[in-house]
């Protein structure tokens, strides 16, 4: 009987390596693309610009603060789309409101993504040390920023994935995947969530095919 097993060679919070024995490499394929394109992550989506005398303009900004990986923790906030305040303004399970008021005085300023202040204590930018905008003396920026979840197929910026490979082993049977995060979600976070996405799918799939096949009279 052939023996089907994974096992996890590497594991750190932003990159883990697995081999699959025995396992479909289309379904291994899949996990890798769940991994990029379904499991969601929180983004900077909305900016009120509340103050720019920047020489960058609003939309730049808005941009950059959106590419921004921030902290997710999936068991906490819903989609959008899915959320029960049914508002476009959202609500605190399905938005994270992110401000920022930084002024350079006498000298010239390289704000940062650690000058981001968070409502929700553990939704913050996975490193404090992201450039944004450079303030010349007396320059200002003041703005309100709203964080949603969202998928990477909608948007680059959900990605929780920075590389997504799948390649074989050194016997035939065998496939490796290797799964590196930008530290939204960790490694192995991101791999169960993928896991999750396609299962659901797959069980989907599944009642509507059997919702296809014919009925044979009795």
């Known amino acids: 009987m052939t023996s089907i097993s994974a096992e996890v060679l590497e594991r750190t919070d932003e990159r ?49 603060l959106g590419l921004i990986p921030l902290r997710t923790g999936l068991d906490r906030f819903v989609m959008p789309q899915d959320c029960d305040c049914k508002s476009t303004l959202g609500c605190s399970k399905c938005r994270v409101l992110l401000v920022l008021d930084s002024e350079a005085m006498e000298k010239t300023k390289i704000v940062t993504s650690g000058e981001l202040l968070s409502e929700d204590e553990l939704v913050k930018p996975v490193s404090k040390d992201i450039p944004i905008v450079v303030l010349a003396p007396a320059q200002k920026l003041k703005f309100e920023a709203y964080a949603r979840l969202g ?54 799939f599944n009642e509507v095919v059997r919702s296809l096949e014919p009925k044979v009279a009795r």
């Open 16 to 64: 883990i390596v697995i081999k699959f024995n025995n396992i479909s490499r289309q379904y291994i394929n899949a996990i890798r693309r769940m991994a990029i394109c379904e499991v969601p992550t929180l983004a900077i989506d909305d900016v009120v610009i509340l103050e720019n005398s920047s020489v960058m303009h609003d939309e730049a900004v808005a941009h950059r």
């Open 151 to 204: 998928v990477g197929k909608d948007h680059a910026k959900w990605q929780p994935t920075s590389a997504a490979i799948v390649k074989d082993g050194k016997d035939d049977s065998e496939s490796i995947l290797t799964i590196e995060t930008n530290g939204a979600l960790t490694a192995e976070e991101t791999v169960d969530a993928a896991l999750e996405k396609l299962n659901t799918k797959l069980k989907s």
